[in-house]
Every structure is written in structure tokens, then in C-alpha cells.
């Protein structure tokens, strides 16, 4: 019996199945079907418009020139000319895509996999394919997903691990019974806590006669309960002859004490049967032989003529059963293989392991290997490792699609993210699709970060596992004293290892604190007090945040604890060196600018659902923030979540901000929400226009004080999702640099001017000298009795002088000139602004003029234009008076100081304390809030700062100070040569109606709401 | 009652396969967030013995099972995804393995675990 049998329950259901008529076709001769059965079983791959990966031998050009060598590139060919791959398959083609293109082969197994395809083809006489490799490479896994793709049946994977082959052909077999039988009667007692303690003893005996150390087919699980792995212990292709013989006798023997013998029809006998490979071959399944050179030597004798039969050098054969007529066994004497009974859907994979993996591993064969011909798999690559990490995070492998079309991908990443969304569901049910977690969701429509990090990963396992390369440890690593052949196989570094390490971090567990933290003695109240979880209501979405935190610690341990723990100091050092090479922690402070900017895959794996792309899930996102923070206002409210502002009206905000994030830069306006209790409903989202004294423009209508944005109201906008990149991009402006300029031009002009007075001066006192001169010239001629030479002289002298005076007309016109054009610069950089400065810029440039600032960077910083990515601006937000008694005092301004690193999208918000909600608020948000009002604030907020500028040059930190005074007024007496730290907490309450002091009030910028244009 | 007015509110019957169906829903996404990765892409969700499972017991489109045999006949069916394994089967993880790796279909193992 086993579950595949048609008298079998679940053997029936499946006959009853609408997809009967497809079974049959691949349990159909070939020489039977038809053309219309091949349309329907034959499925093409890599057609126009659905390219398919695969890797191979190819020229690959590069600077210089161009050789052959190994590429990931793909398939594409016209479906009805071309030739693309076919698969078989009974499943739809959307069924049979979705698992190929979510199961795909990594990157150097692509070329097996096209192969084995290649052979099942109908025509083909070479079914079988031979790959040998490293374990826990996926070999077996291909062999299974080629089953999968081609039948509704459930593919079988035979473990050849210490089995006599021979019974593939013919075996021994128990038969236990359906659901009446013996196994599930000896079953249901043991749960139902009736089994005899002489049938439990017998059942132990029986264990310790069968079980191996690899495996327990009898297990006991608790005192007397045992779990039975019937199908295994029922065949003699899984335990051996002499094994199923004593289950026989033992298994009859507690049928006997429980009573289930019904005189003797229920007892168990043996039979000779057709063993699972003529089973198959009979009704055209796909198999895998997992492991074969883990076989027993000698046991696969019997089989030399069938495998010649299935590599299609012959085309019939016969085996005869050894075990028919053997002490009265029945059974089929002989079977005959012939090629006009191959069916569709029959082939085999053999997979074995490379012969150094363990003593139990055999050398095959020459005969094996002549007639199989294995294959070795290719070394594992870094793409290999990528491609594995995202199928296992996402369930498609990213890496590899987006390879083969990247520069669609780069420019259309959204089609990108629905074109996975597809393959993550390509074929699958409704049921199957509700039971995607949403963490692979939100990764996908993340695929970018996704595919980052396992970049990011994959370089490092690779290295990792070419360090445990015995060879390549003592040659290339200089790790020769560490690294042995033992060492070596006991570390190996394959997917299941990395499998198991993604696994432990997607659950949350407890973090350590920091190495340098503090706790207290705990109090006697503590102590009394036993402390209370409720498990049922643990935050889900804080789990997905940390993911990448938690990934990056247990990959550390990892590292650790296989290398330093074991005394590897050497491999150990070489593996944290590995490891911020490849960004998988935070490389220290070494000056190099570009490496500071790399995501860790910390960073780039803590994704929210505040990342998530999807804009309904946002919109809902945004529905509760924005509930919440109204709701803390104005407690009064009972309204529900819906009746103050809709998911879909939120969805139609939130495509609005996107459509014009990019020009609020430019219109320095943001949104935040309507505070307003009585138009919030049809309003949520209100608008803040930035005001800035830095601005030379004319206000169309200064603000009142009132107007102004308070704290909460300016933080709010940074936490609603959809909404915070526009706002993000509101915030600055170019008003510093028109400053600056303006300043420049007008100094410079002044400087020309009295240039050019001193000029006019020097040419009144030559015009006189040149008159003089030629007054006495005049007279030397005429009255005089001067000489020739005198007068030869006297006229050389008048010439220079007449030279010096056209020379200093000439210099004052160019003088001129140059106020004429300093002025007009200043014109028109009032009138154009930004668009005026850029062309001013270039301009001085192209003529090299000395107009070049020394600040310019800082002032980049502070305007958010800089190269680095880095910005710095600081807002100032309204101090609500109401509680004040002195109604007369003057008002009073908060700075809210906006750290960004544009290229890692990190964002560090110092001010004044705010409410748990906001705090909360910004932690999904990833936006990190230092309060600086805390004690201790210097420290964080100069630890906040040296995180995000980690690794850029001393200079940055530098121009950040000077970023800083533009817009904050720093006591010099107290605070020259303070940290930024510092001089931020002791600026905070600097601002009190100070903008009336020119220095002060030219550095203020803030946000004040506008009021809603008449109809 | 005149016959030929169709009442709108729903009928105690459908209110409760609503209900039924919202409670599932709510159990099931509630226990498919963590899996193990078992032998060709079946996974494994481990569930806190509570009202959730007895739920998702409950639901026709999972088959429970209480041995490996029962375990081995529901993963080779291909009309059944889901399979419930409840705390008191004769099934333990190293069987589970064993049958997912000799049977490479892809299914959706839920495994009822006491609290202790």
C-alpha cells in the first residue's frame, strides 16, 4: 500500500479530480499521444515577451576587448519559429510558470536544469540526468521541482543513503491496510491511550531493531506512545530484507495481544512486488534518486541493463525477480522494459554527493559511470548565494530576474515589484495566496532592498565558504594553521545553514543591551511582583522592523561562534574583515566618504509596513497615525477611524503628495494635518507655506504669530506615510545661497567703485600733469630758446603722459563696467533667484573668476543641494502660549533641527520633547527623534550625527558646524570650538522674539498655515 | 409574512458562517506569519494551542491528522493544501521532515504546540 495506490482513499480522490483527463496524458506512451495531447502537455519557456534566465558560455565584452566566459543571461525566442524550452506538464501554464519561475534553479544549476528538461522531452531516449555536488546545494530540490511543475502527483524522492539498490526493481512489501487496517487500528490505540504494555515493549524492541543512527522510522514520544513510519517500514527498498522480516514477525505479534487478527485475516503477509522503479516507469512518474553513490556498494548490480535502458542506449530489457518463489513467495517473475512503453511523464534524476563528503559516500562504479555520465555542479557563485537569499526572503528569486532585465527594472521599478507579485503567485489559489506572510509582500514591493542586501550577503557567504576551501584557506587567506580537511567539512557553508540563519531572525527575540549600559538593583516591589506578558498582544509590526537588526546580530554570533569560540582567531578577524566589506556591519571611521553611503543590510532589511508600496496599505497606515495624533488633540472626539477620514480618501491624498513631491521644493510648502475639528472631515490634510527672513522677496501677506506651526503640528507632517517624502523635499530653500550671492555682488561692486574713484583721482591729477606738460611744450617752441633736444624731450614726456591718461580713461571704463555688471547681477539674481545664481555660477566658471565661495559647501548643506547627500536645516516652530499667564510676554520659538542623508534615506530629527504617540510615530517611521531637552542630550545628539556621517572626511563634520550658523545664532564667547552636540542644546532656547535683532531675525525660517483661498 | 419581501438582514445561519469565516481568517493570518522552511518548499507554522487552532481545525479546507500515515496520505493529495497537525498526534518534527523530503509537494504545515 502506499498513498499513491488507486485503491488508496486519497489515491481515489485524486482519480475523481477534473484534472483526470490531464493525469492521463503523462501516464500515456508517447508513441500514443497525439497532437493535440502534446499542445496540451507541452509548455514552452523564454518566449517573446517572457524571457526565461539561463546561464552558460558566452563572449562577454569589456574594455579592450572581448572572451568567452560564463554569463547569466536568458531565453527569448518567437514561440512558433524559435525554439524555447519545453517543460511537460499536466498543470496549467500558469501553475507550471509560477513554480519554475518562483522555484528557478540558481544560476549555475540553470544549465542541468535545461538539460533534464531537454531530455524528457518526448522523443528523447536519454531520460535520466546524473549531477553530482556538494550537499545541501539544491540538487535535490531541482529534482523535486521538476516533478512538481510536471504532475498533480506527489514527486518521490528516494533516498538511495544505504540501500540495496536492487530493490528499486523488486521489493518485499508489508501490507498494513487502509484505514481499517492494522497500522492505523495499532495508531488509533496509542492515541487513544490504549495500547497493551506488552504490544508497547514489543513496539520498543522493535524500534532498537530497525532504527538507525540516521534514522527512526519507531519513535517513542512519550511513555508508550509511539510515532510509526509505516510507508518506510513496509518496504524492503527502504529498511533491507532482513529488517522487514522482523517487522513482520513483531508487527503480527502485537496485532495478536491487541486482538485486531480477526481470525487471521487482518495478519500481515509478505509479497513480492514491483519495487518503485518499475512502479514508475509503469505509470510514467518522475523520480529522483537522491544520494546514489550513498548506496550500498554491490547493491546496484541488478540495475546495470535498466540504466543502459534509461540512458537510451538500449531499447529493451528484462529483470527477473530473485525474491519470487523464496520460501513461498509470490510475486511477478520478470519485467520487460521497453521503449514503446515509455510514457510522457517517466524520467529519472540521480543526484550524489562529491566522494570527500563523509566515509558512507562510495566511489561509483565504472559501469555507473559510463552509462549515467554525472555531471559535476559548478562551484557555487556570489549570484548562486544571491538568488538563494531571495527565494528564501521573498519566495521568488529576484536577484536573477532582475539581472536579465535590469534596465527595465531601474526605470520602471514598480511594473519591476508587480511583475514578482505576479510570480509569487502565479498558478496558486486564492487559499494559497491569503497564506503569503505579508513580510514577503512588503520585501517585494521593497525588491530594491531585497535584492541589495542579498547582494550584500551572498558576496559575504561566498567568501566565507571559499575561506573553508582547505586550499584556498592556506594559499589565498594565509588561514593554513586553521583550516584542515576535518575543520573544513564540519563548518561547510551551504544553503541549509543559510537557510537556518534567516529562519531564526524572522522571529523576534530578545536583544542584548549595549555592551557599556547600566541597570539598577532591582526593588523589593520588583521582586514581589511576578512580571506579565500577554502573548496575544505583542506588537506584530515592531517584529517586522527589526528583522534586519535581528539578522545582522545572529549572523555575528554565527560568525563567531563558528571561528573565535573554536579558537579560529585568525578566520575569526578575516570574517568581521569580510563582513564590513560587504556592508553586513557598519564599517568604523576610515575617511573614505563613499563607503559611509553603502546601506548595511541592517539598514536596507528593517522594513515596516511604513515602506510598504502598496498605497491601500499605506493609506491605512496613514488612517491611524492621523486618527491617533487628532484624537490626542482633541480628546473629545468619538468619532471611529472611517468617519474622520476614509482608507480611500487617504488613498487619494496620498497619490496627490506623490504627484507633487517633486515640485515642493521649489513651492516650500508642506502638508500637515487639519487641526481644525470642524473641516477636518472633508479636509485631513491642511497647508503650511514656509516663511523665511533669509527670503529677499516681498511677502505677499507676513503671517500672524498665530499662524505659525507648533512643534506637534510641524512634526506631524513627517509621519504620515505618503506624505513625509513630499514633505521632506519642503523644507528647504535656496534663499542662503541668493543671500550670499547678493552680498558678494554687492561687496564686490563696492570694492570696484572705490576702485574706480581712486582711478578718477589718479586721471584728474594726470590730465593736470599732461596739461602742464603740454603748456610748457607750447612755450619751448614759440618763446623759449630751448634746443631741439629739449624740445625732443619735452615732447617724449608729453606722449607718456598722454598714454598714462588714455590708459587710466581706459581703466575707469572697465571699472564701470564692472559695477555696471556687479549691479546687474544683483538684479537679476532679485528678479530670477536660483534659475539667475546657477547661470551667474556657470558663467564664473567659464572665466575663472575669484567670485568662488569658500563656504560653498557649507552652504550646500544647509540648503540641501550638497554633493555629500548630507542636509541641514533647522525650522522654528511656535511656542503655544495658551497656558501663559503673562499675556505680554513676548512670543517664543522652538528650533527643530532636520539631519538627512538623502542617499541612505536617513533622517535625524532633534527638538523639544513630544508626546509617546509621536515618538512611536517616528520609530516606524525610521526617522530617529533626539530630544534635547533629556539629560544627556549632547552625547546623543552628537552620536545621532557621527552615525549618519560615518566614514565622510573630517571636513564634513566642519561644514555641518557651519551649516548650522546659518540659521542658529551661537554665542562665540561660550560656545566657539563646541561640538555641534553642544552648541544645538544650548541654542534651544535662544529664540524669544529675537527676530526683531536683525542678525537673529535674518536666520529664521519656519512654516505658518495659509488660509483657504475664498471660492 | 408576505413571502415576496426578501428580508436584508442576513439570517442567523449566514451571520454565523460569517462569523466563522472573519474568526478563520483572523486565526489563520495570525498563525501564517512565522514558518520553518521544511524539504522542498513545504512550511512549517508552529501555533499556540488556543481558540485559534480549534478554529482552524474547524476549517473544511484543512485536513487534520493524527499520525504519520494520516500525515503521508494528506501531503500526497492534491486536493489539500493545508494540513493541521494537533498537539496530542502521533507526529513528531523528524517524521514530518522525513515524509516532506520523500514527497516533494509544497504544503502549508500547521502544527498545534502546547503552552509549556
Known amino acids: ?1015 | 409574512m408576505n413571502s415576496n419581501i426578501k428580508s436584508t438582514e442576513p439570517s442567523p445561519k449566514e451571520g454565523s458562517d460569517a462569523f466563522e469565516k472573519l474568526a478563520r481568517e483572523i486565526a489563520r493570518r495570525d498563525a501564517l506569519e512565522h514558518f520553518e522552511f521544511l524539504p522542498h518548499n513545504s512550511k512549517l507554522y508552529r501555533v499556540e494551542k488556543s481558540w485559534k487552532t480549534s478554529i482552524i481545525k474547524d476549517d473544511p479546507k484543512v485536513r487534520e491528522v493524527g499520525s504519520l500515515l494520516e500525515f503521508e496520505r494528506a501531503v500526497c493529495d492534491s486536493n489539500i493544501n493545508i494540513i493541521f497537525i494537533p498537539s496530542t498526534a502521533l507526529i513528531s518534527d523528524d517524521g514530518i521532515i522525513r515524509v516532506c523530503q520523500r514527497n516533494a509537494v509544497g504544503k502549508t504545515i500547521l502544527k498545534e504546540e502546547n503552552d509549556d
Open chain 1, 1 to 1015: 500500500m502506499t498513498p499513491r495506490d488507486p485503491q488508496h482513499e486519497s489515491g481515489k480522490a485524486a482519480k475523481s479530480a477534473k484534472q483526470d483527463k490531464k493525469e492521463s496524458l503523462l501516464k500515456k506512451k508517447v508513441a500514443e499521444l497525439t497532437r493535440e495531447d502534446l499542445l496540451e502537455l507541452m509548455k514552452p519557456l523564454g518566449t517573446t515577451g517572457l524571457p526565461f534566465p539561463m546561464w552558460g558560455t558566452q563572449k562577454i565584452k569589456h574594455e579592450g576587448g572581448a572572451e568567452l566566459g560564463q554569463a547569466l543571461t536568458f531565453i527569448e525566442e518567437d514561440p512558433q519559429d524559435g525554439e524555447p524550452l519545453i517543460v511537460l506538464s499536466e498543470k496549467s501554464f500558469d501553475e507550471a510558470w509560477g513554480i519554475i519561475a518562483r522555484e528557478l534553479p540558481t544560476p549555475s544549476m540553470l544549465p542541468i536544469f535545461r538539460e533534464m528538461l531537454e531530455r524528457m522531452a518526448p522523443d528523447s531516449k536519454n531520460r535520466q540526468f546524473f549531477v553530482m555536488g556538494d550537499p545541501g546545494m539544491g540538487k535535490s530540490f531541482m529534482g523535486g521541482m521538476i516533478g512538481r511543475v510536471m504532475s498533480r502527483q506527489s514527486p518521490r524522492v528516494y533516498d538511495c543513503g544505504g540501500k540495496q539498490m536492487n530493490s528499486m526493481l523488486f521489493e518485499m512489501v508489508l501490507d498494513f491496510g487502509a484505514g481499517d487496517g492494522p497500522a492505523a487500528l495499532i495508531d488509533q490505540a496509542m492515541m487513544d491511550g490504549k495500547l497493551k504494555p506488552a504490544s508497547v515493549s514489543v513496539l520498543r524492541t522493535l524500534a532498537d531493531e530497525i532504527n538507525t543512527t540516521d534514522k527512526k522510522y519507531i519513535a517513542e514520544l512519550a511513555d508508550g506512545v509511539f510515532e510509526i513510519d509505516w510507508e518506510a517500514i513496509g518496504r524492503e527498498s527502504e529498511i533491507g530484507l532482513s529488517k522487514i522480516k522482523i517487522v513482520e514477525d513483531m508487527i503480527n505479534t502485537i496485532i495478536k495481544l491487541e486482538g485486531f487478527d480477526k481470525g487471521g485475516t487482518n495478519m500481515l503477509g509478505m509479497n513480492s512486488q514491483f519495487g518503485p522503479m518499475i512502479t514508475d516507469f509503469v505509470e510514467g512518474n518522475f523520480a529522483t534518486y537522491d544520494e546514489y553513490n550513498k548506496s550500498k556498494q554491490g547493491g546496484d548490480d541488478a540495475l546495470q541493463t535498466v540504466l543502459q535502458f534509461i540512458n537510451g542506449e538500449i531499447d529493451e530489457c528484462t529483470v527477473e525477480n530473485p525474491l519470487k518463489g523464496k520460501d513461498g513467495t509470490s510475486g511477478p517473475t520478470e519485467f520487460t522494459f521497453r521503449r514503446e512503453d515509455v510514457k510522457a511523464g517517466w524520467g529519472i534524476l540521480f543526484t550524489g554527493n562529491k566522494s570527500k563528503d563523509g566515509a558512507t559516500t562510495r566511489a561509483l562504479n565504472k559501469s555507473v559511470y559510463s552509462r549515467l555520465g554525472p555531471r559535476d555542479l559548478p562551484e557555487v557563485s556570489q549570484e548562486d548565494w544571491q538568488h538563494r537569499i531571495c527565494q528564501l526572503m521573498t519566495g521568488v528569486p529576484i536577484s536573477t530576474w532582475y539581472h536579465i532585465m535590469k534596465e527595465d527594472a531601474d526605470a520602471n521599478p514598480d511594473d519591476f515589484a508587480d511583475f514578482l507579485w505576479h510570480i509569487r503567485t502565479s498558478g496558486l489559489t486564492e487559499d494559497q495566496v491569503n497564506a503569503i506572510p505579508q513580510s514577503q509582500k512588503v520585501w517585494l514591493q521593497n525588491w530594491q532592498r531585497v535584492n541589495d542586501a542579498a547582494e550584500k550577503l551572498g558576496n559575504f557567504f561566498f567568501k566565507w565558504r571559499d575561506m573553508l576551501d582547505v586550499e584556498r584557506a592556506a594559499y589565498v587567506y594565509h588561514l593554513g594553521d586553521e583550516i584542515d580537511d576535518d575543520f573544513s567539512a564540519e563548518q561547510s557553508l551551504d544553503f541549509r545553514r543559510v537557510i537556518k540563519i534567516l529562519q531564526k531572525a524572522s522571529k523576534p527575540r530578545a536583544k542584548l543591551k549595549a555592551a557599556n549600559s547600566k541597570t539598577k538593583i532591582p526593588t523589593k516591589t520588583t521582586l514581589k511582583k511576578a512580571p506579565v506578558r500577554d502573548h496575544f498582544n505583542v506588537k506584530r509590526e515592531d517584529q517586522e522592523m527589526d528583522y534586519g537588526t535581528r539578522l545582522t546580530e545572529i549572523l555575528i554570533n554565527d560568525i563567531f561562534e563558528s571561528s573565535g569560540a573554536m579558537g579560529k582567531e585568525a578566520l575569526y578577524a578575516k570574517l568581521l574583515e569580510e563582513a564590513e566589506n560587504c556592508a553586513i556591519i557598519q564599517q568604523e571611521f576610515n575617511g573614505d566618504a563613499e563607503r559611509s553611503q553603502v546601506k548595511t543590510i541592517e539598514q536596507l532589511l528593517n522594513i515596516t509596513e511604513f515602506d510598504n508600496a502598496d498605497i491601500r496599505i499605506q493609506a491605512k497606515i496613514a488612517q491611524e497615525i492621523f486618527c491617533k495624533m487628532l484624537r490626542e488633540r482633541h480628546p473629545e472626539i468619538e468619532a471611529a477611524n472611517n468617519e474622520i477620514v476614509t482608507i480611500d480618501r487617504m488613498v487619494e491624498i496620498i497619490q496627490d503628495m506623490r504627484s507633487t513631491a517633486e515640485a515642493a521644493r521649489e513651492e516650500q510648502k508642506i502638508a500637515i494635518q487639519n487641526t481644525d475639528i470642524n473641516t477636518v472631515m472633508d479636509k485631513p490634510l491642511a497647508e503650511a507655506k514656509m516663511l523665511d527672513y533669509a527670503d529677499i522677496s516681498d511677502f505677499e501677506d507676513e503671517p500672524s504669530f498665530y499662524d505659525v506651526l507648533t512643534l506637534d503640528e510641524f512634526l506631524s507632517a513627517f509621519v504620515i506615510p505618503g506624505v513625509t517624502d513630499k514633505n521632506f523635499n519642503g523644507i528647504w530653500d535656496n534663499n542662503l545661497t541668493i543671500l550670499t550671492k547678493i552680498k558678494k555682488y554687492s561687496e564686490n561692486k563696492t570694492r570696484v567703485e572705490e576702485d574706480k574713484a581712486s582711478q578718477e583721482t589718479k586721471l584728474k591729477d594726470l590730465e593736470s600733469k599732461l596739461s602742464d606738460k603740454q603748456d610748457e611744450l607750447n612755450d619751448a617752441k614759440t618763446i623759449s630758446s630751448a634746443g631741439p633736444d629739449d624740445i625732443k624731450a619735452l615732447e617724449e614726456e608729453v606722449d607718456a603722459l598722454k598714454k598714462e591718461v588714455k590708459d587710466s580713461q581706459n581703466m575707469i571704463s572697465n571699472l564701470l563696467k564692472d559695477v555696471d555688471r556687479n549691479q546687474a547681477a544683483i538684479e537679476r539674481i532679485e528678479k530670477d533667484g536660483m534659475k539667475a545664481v546657477d547661470e551667474l555660477e556657470k558663467q564664473e566658471k567659464d572665466t575663472d573668476s575669484m567670485m568662488t565661495d569658500s563656504h560653498a559647501e557649507s552652504i550646500s548643506m544647509a540648503e540641501n543641494r550638497s554633493k555629500s547627500g548630507i542636509g541641514l536645516t533647522t525650522i522654528f516652530c511656535r511656542v503655544d502660549d495658551a497656558g501663559q499667564s503673562d499675556k505680554n510676554a513676548p512670543p517664543e520659538y522652538t528650533p527643530v533641527h532636520v539631519l538627512r542623508h538623502a542617499k541612505t534615506d536617513r533622517t535625524v530629527i532633534i527638538g523639544d520633547a513630544i508626546s509617546e504617540t509621536l515618538k512611536d510615530a517616528f520609530k516606524k517611521a525610521k526617522i530617529n527623534y533626539v530630544d534635547f531637552s533629556q539629560d544627556g542630550a549632547e552625547t546623543k545628539i552628537n552620536n545621532a550625527i557621527d552615525e549618519m556621517i560615518r566614514g565622510m572626511d573630517a571636513e564634513t563634520l566642519q561644514n555641518l558646524n557651519f551649516a548650522f550658523s546659518y540659521r542658529n545664532t551661537v554665542d562665540k564667547d561660550k560656545l566657539e570650538g563646541r561640538d555641534l552636540g553642544n552648541k544645538i542644546v544650548s541654542s534651544r532656547k535662544v529664540v524669544h522674539d529675537d527676530n526683531d535683532d536683525s542678525e537673529v531675525g535674518a536666520k529664521l525660517k519656519m512654516f505658518y498655515k495659509t488660509k483657504p483661498k475664498a471660492a
